[in-house]
């Protein structure tokens, strides 16, 4: 999975340089002045569709000293389409990460529990452990850190960063710390959900309505047919596939059901604010000189450090860690999978989280949202094969549900299609 990482960093960086040397090409040839613009491919400059509709903002071609002739309509679509296609790959890049992200992790989370026995319904083990899976989740930041300098390396013409003034540096640190102390909130409250309430899966399937209603709220965020239907189908489609797990509490706990319905509940309210508070972020407290990517790294570093603090030193003050050493000498497939296990789930979840944080950069905190839910039919098709391939076969529901889940990715991104095109109209309207 690091392999395919690092591979998809080397595609990524090539494609920009090619765009870049187009950049170059057209700037020689038309005489436009264009600053830096293998940076401004590199550093995700493009605006969102979303919110370019909801501001209505004109394009960014890229030009921001204008010559004294009136540069070539034609050079100017030409610079719009290479702009307008490096966005969507990177909208698919990051959509990407966040299925692989989301398959892995769910794969490994399931084969974690069954390996230590939390799987049975009896076990004393089974509500046990929920700082370190919240911790686990978070682990990995270095992992970001190391791919953030592996960008800036590869970038030979990386964008140099701004100094920034002491007001902007507050609101940064603010930033960060607000998103990490939700990072460590709904990931332990996740945990719990997950552990202690049968039904949590059902209650995680209304993240995507939380999420709708505040970024309406919080990010002006506009709806159409399009939006809504991608809504609907993703949901379903999470809502159908999402109990399919190795893993089940015990139905006759009444109260930590309910206290496990409760914390599933308010984590999935924790995950919705840190999506929209990403979204604010962007466009509100990150220089708009900052590259993006650089932006996307530190964002997700900065928070999921801050959170595994806060994850550490609830591991701690519960006494939990005493329960490590008892997991990783019980663990069914031997110690050295027990700690290949934990890294890869750490590993995953930051793959899917840089995901989710570059998509919310690129479009809008509901689209992050949309892929995510699209991702979970898959993931758990993937977990019936794995643990339940002698007991159960996937029904034909569970097929459904993953062309739910397709149907909704497509229908958002059609409304992104509709929404670039209709910007584009517009520009060359305005041209003429």
């Known amino acids: 999975m690091v392999l395919s990482f690092i591979l998809t960093l080397v595609v990524a960086n090539f494609l920009s340089m090619q765009f870049g040397e187009s950049y170059i090409y057209l700037a020689f040839h038309q005489k436009l002045v264009v600053h830096s613009p293998p940076e401004n491919v590199m550093g995700f400059d493009t605006e969102s569709s979303d919110r370019i509709t909801q501001e209505g903002e004109e394009a960014n071609v890229g030009v921001e000293n204008q010559p004294r002739e009136a540069p070539n309509s034609t050079s100017l679509d030409q610079l719009q389409t290479i702009k307008t296609r490096n966005w969507w790959i990177w909208i698919f890049v990051s959509s990407g990460l966040v299925v692989t992200g989301r398959v892995f992790s769910t794969l490994l989370l399931n084969f974690y529990f069954v390996q230590t026995g939390r799987d049975v319904c009896d076990d004393p083990k089974q509500f046990k452990g929920t ?60 945990a719990i959900g997950r552990t202690h309430c ?42 159908v596939t999402s109990s399919d797990d190795a893993y089940n509490p015990c139905e006759g706990e009444g109260y930590k059901m309910s206290y496990g319905a409760w914390c599933g509940f308010f984590g999935t309210v924790a995950f919705s604010l840190s999506l929209c508070i990403m979204q604010l972020g962007f466009e509100k407290v990150i220089p708009k000189t900052e590259s993006k990517v650089s932006s996307v790294m530190l964002m997700q570093t900065y928070a999921s450090m801050i959170a595994t603090l806060i994850c550490l030193v609830g591991l701690f003050v519960s006494g939990e860690f005493r329960d490590i050493k008892e997991d990783f000498e019980t663990f069914k497939k031997g110690k050295p999978l027990y700690v290949l296990t934990l890294t890869g789930l750490s590993l995953a979840w930051q793959v899917m989280s840089i995901g989710l944080v570059g998509l919310v950069c690129l479009v809008s905190t509901l689209f992050s949202n949309v892929v995510s839910f699209c991702a979970t039919p898959l993931a758990n098709i993937l977990v019936v094969v794995a643990f339940r391939f002698i007991d159960d076969d996937i029904e034909w529901f569970k097929g459904g549900a993953l062309l739910a889940g397709i149907l909704g990715f497509a229908s958002y991104a059609y409304s992104l299609y509709k929404t670039v095109k209709k910007r584009a109209s517009q520009s060359e309207t305005l041209r003429v």
Do not use: E
């Open 198 to 239: 049968i039904f949590f899966f059902w209650i995680f399937t209304t993240q995507l309505i939380l999420t709708s209603m505040f970024t309406a709220i919080i990010n002006k965020h506009k709806f159409n047919r399009w939006i809504i239907l991608s809504v609907i189908l993703s949901g379903v489609a999470t809502g």
């Open 131 to 190: 700082w370190l899976q919240s911790m686990v989740q978070n682990a990995a930041f270095p992992f970001t850190a190391l791919f953030a300098f592996l960008w800036c390396s590869l970038s030979s013409n990386h964008r140099k960063t701004t100094t920034s003034s002491a007001s902007s540096s507050g609101k940064l640190f603010l930033l960060y710390i607000s998103l990490g102390v939700l990072f460590a909130a709904y990931s332990q409250l996740y």
